[in-house]
C-alpha cells in the first residue's frame, strides 16, 4: 500500500474471462507511471565484531547485492531505470518472525522497509561483491565493495511516496494499449543485450505481437519483469 498513491490493476483470472462479461479489457488506471520492485533480503547484524561494526557502533542490517559473475540483473534495472520507469530494490527494515506477523497483519510491511534505487547505487565497477548496509535511524546507506565505502540515500515509505507523487503529477502516461506494447519492445530491447540468444529474442517479440488487448501485454510486462529481473510489475495512478 502507497497511501494516496493506488497501485496493481485488476487482472481477471483466466477462469474469470470465460464467464459472461468476462471476456472485457484490464480495469487499468487510465493515467499512472510502472513501477518495478525487486525484494531483498535484509541481514541483521548484531555483534561487535561484525564488519562494519565501528561504522555504525550499534546493530545494523545488510543487503546483497548479485555479483556481475552471476547475474546481470543490477544493470538491467540500471537501464530500466534509466528509460524513465520507477525502478527500486525494497527490503525490510526487521528481522524477527513476530514483527513480519504483526505487520502482514497489520498491512504495514511497507512502512517498516527501505527503498533503494539502482541508478542512485550506480554500476557496479566489477564481478566481485558489493553490498549496502543501514541503520534505521539514519536517511542515509553506505555501499561497499573491495575498492570503496560511499554513502548515498535510501528511502522510507513516506519518502517514496511523495517522490512518487511528485513524478506521477509531473510526467504521467497514457496506459493504453499502445503504452503497454511499447513497454513491453523496450523491456525485451533492454534483455536482449543480456539474454545472448538471438532465438529467444526474436521469441519473445513475436509474442507481444500475439498479444491484443491491453490487458494481456500488461501481463506481459508483468511475466518478463519476473522472469528475468526478479521484479514485481505494479502501476500507479
Known sequence: KFGLIRGAPRF??????????????????????????????????????ASEWDLYGRPYYRIYLRPL???????????LEQGGNDVYYVAPEFYAIEELDEYYSTYTV???????????????????????????????YD??????????????????????????????????????????????????????DEKRVVALKNQIQKRELAMEKARFVSYLARTYIDAEFIILS
Not at 559473475?69 to 537501464?79: A, C, E, G, T, V
Not at 539502482?118 to 542515509?140: A, C, K, M, R, V
Open 12 to 49: 481477471p483470472s483466466l477462469r474469470a474471462e470465460g464467464q459472461p462479461g468476462g471476456g472485457h479489457d484490464v480495469e487499468l488506471p487510465f493515467i499512472g507511471r510502472p513501477l518495478f520492485l525487486q525484494f531483498k533480503l535484509s541481514h541483521y547484524l548484531w555483534r561487535s565484531n
Open 69 to 79: 559473475r552471476h547475474s546481470k540483473q543490477h544493470n538491467l534495472l540500471i537501464d
Open 110 to 140: 511497507s512502512d517498516h522497509s527501505s527503498f533503494f534505487s539502482p541508478l542512485e547505487i550506480g554500476g557496479l565497477p566489477d564481478d566481485d561483491y558489493h553490498y549496502l548496509t543501514f541503520i534505521t535511524s539514519d536517511n542515509y
Open 143 to 196: 555501499l561497499h565493495s573491495n575498492q570503496f565505502s560511499e554513502k548515498r540515500r535510501r528511502f522510507s515509505k513516506v519518502d517514496l511516496v511523495e517522490r512518487l507523487s511528485t513524478r506521477l503529477q509531473q510526467q504521467p502516461f497514457e496506459l493504453d494499449n499502445k503504452y503497454f506494447h511499447n513497454l513491453a519492445n523496450k523491456l525485451i530491447m533492454i534483455l536482449s543485450e543480456y539474454i545472448g
